[in-house]
């Protein structure tokens, strides 16, 4: 695992020191990495999968705030900034390496380049969600969410190499609201649309665009 490009800064000593200490395993879609990153004990890196992260957990104000696709260090906010009641949640089925907190810590201040690299992933993280943010506005209709979501879902796909348009993200109706921000009852009606244009196609545990294109042009009456 320390073979991949996000840990290339690392001298031979902290590679040992990670590989001593790494535990690897994987967890089924809908289960959680964490649920509160106030009681994180370990750094999680992502090798595979898709996972949605957001804070609040189970209380009114539950917000989803980011979407991964990529392999990504997950709970390292909570590490150099505060933590914020963020949570974890597989999309996928989700493969990940468990790196203890401290060790993690250690090397993150020996290594400046390191550092570095984690700090340009959290950077690129936030800049999404100012980006995903300026969708979201209130001027902005919920189609033109709807489609924002689709396609970014569609651009994240293309970005791991895959050339199937198919993306199995077991989320509900209700969390794609949370992530946009708007009615469960607008994204079930909007599915329900864009499927009869054939411009997707979905069930409960998959999305299917069928014509991007067509889903860049297409408008509601």
Known sequence: MVDHQLFSSLNERQKCLLENNMEH??????????????????????????????????????????????????????????????FAKALSKVYYTKIDFELFYQILCENNDFHTIIRKQIAERFNEMDDKYAQLHSDVKILDRFKFFLIEIFEKNKIKGTKKNTVELYITHFEIAQYLQCTRQSVSTLMSKFREEAVIDYDRNWIRINDFQKLLEWDID
């Open 25 to 86: 395993g994987s967890i089924p879609p809908r289960s959680y990495l964490f649920e509160n990153d106030k009681n994180l004990r370990h750094i999680y890196f992502i090798s595979e999968g898709t996972i949605v992260m957001g804070n609040n957990l189970g209380e009114p104000h539950e917000n989803l705030t980011f979407l991964s696709m990529k392999p990504i260090f997950v709970g390292v906010e909570s590490l150099l900034i505060s933590a914020n009641g963020e």
